[in-house]
């Protein structure tokens, strides 16, 4: 188990940039996955992108592909979410999330960070 915490939230102009950060309590977050998510007002909460515990591989969902950049420094515990050319849809709850590599299911999450993008 890892206990998740995000910063780096606020309030943009559309056009510009945030990088999120995602601390992590315990050692096995260098062998864990690590993923980005986002829940908008009204709606689900859907997939922005993963990384593997190697970030040997990432995963991105097309509506942030070629605008954000998932990330991580094991050494340091925490993950990253790097965000440019923000737009209004963007705005949403971002939570990062682990889960051991040989699980499905994402098992640690944070408690959220704000995003709002205005136009």
């Known amino acids: 188990q890892v206990q998740l915490v995000e910063s780096g939230g606020g309030l943009v102009q559309a056009g510009g940039s945030l990088r999120l950060s995602c601390a992590a309590s315990?050692?096995?977050?260098?062998?864990?996955?690590m993923a980005w998510f986002r829940q908008a007002p009204g709606k689900q909460r859907e997939f922005v992108a993963r990384?593997?515990?190697?970030?040997?591989?990432?995963q991105y969902a097309d509506s942030v592909k070629g605008r954000f950049t998932i990330s991580r420094e094991n050494a340091k515990s925490t993950g990253y979410l790097q965000m440019n050319n923000l737009a209004p849809e963007d705005t949403a709850i971002y939570y990062c999330?682990?889960?051991?590599?040989?699980?499905?299911?994402?098992?640690?999450w944070g408690q959220g960070t704000q995003v709002t993008v205005s136009s």
């Open positions: 999330a682990a889960r051991p590599p040989t699980s499905t299911t994402y098992n640690n």
């Open positions: 315990g050692r096995a977050f260098g062998v864990y996955d």
């Open positions: 990384i593997t515990w190697n970030s040997f591989t990432t």
